[in-house]
């Protein structure tokens, strides 16, 4: 009887100052008491179909972050949509910290704020957001030349390959200018100049001669490219068709 009370006893005792690290106790005597150690946290995971997409910015922010995920590439949506978990029903959904986090730019902002890749002032961080917003914008043109009606689709992609994407490259050209470090914001790579180099690359794969009159944005994206963590990334990278 007296053991029970000792236990007991010391169970209050350590729930009081211990808050809700209740421990684990062995009926060997109260001297046994051995606190359970938390459970290791997983892995983040992100989530999205088998291509770079608009999950490539996120992939390439976690791993500038050095921070490990699982890369899970699914086929359909049919169970996500289902789990809650997809505040707009779609992809890319990034699961860390116990949040379900989508769109690209608010994944990468989340990431690049806790890495410290989102500039070292807040007028780094406005910079970096207002790249990032050009480049939104660039996609969103891309992408109204690209589903443009079959009769106007010869047009359309003729505008936006020798008016609209010369033009905004130009800008993204005249900004880096203004920084002798060759980044967008500050002496070192950010969520900026990665959104440059995942951007560029899929413009570079559709029209070879993008990058010809833009020097700038070029060694850019070769410094983001060969950056130890991005390199490594990029080594073992899945080919895909997106």
Known sequence: MKLIYETFFAIIFCTICFGSQIPHVRIGGADEIA?????????????????RGTAEFARLTLAAAGIEFEDVRVSNLTELKTSGKLAFGQVPLLEIDSLNIVQSHAIARYIARKAGLYGSSPAEATTIDVVLDGFLD????????????????ADAIRKFTTVELPQWLGYFERMLAQNPAGYFAGATVSIADLRAYDMLYMLQTLYPDALDAIPQLRQ???????????AAYLATRPVTPF
């Open 35 to 51: 606190f359970a150690k938390p459970e290791p946290a997983g892995k983040p995971r992100l989530t999205y179909f088998n291509g």
């Open 220 to 230: 850019n994206t070769q410094r983001v490219s060969t950056w130890g963590p991005i």
């Open 138 to 153: 660039v996609r969103l043109r891309y992408v109204k030349a690209r589903d443009a009606p079959a009769d106007l689709k």
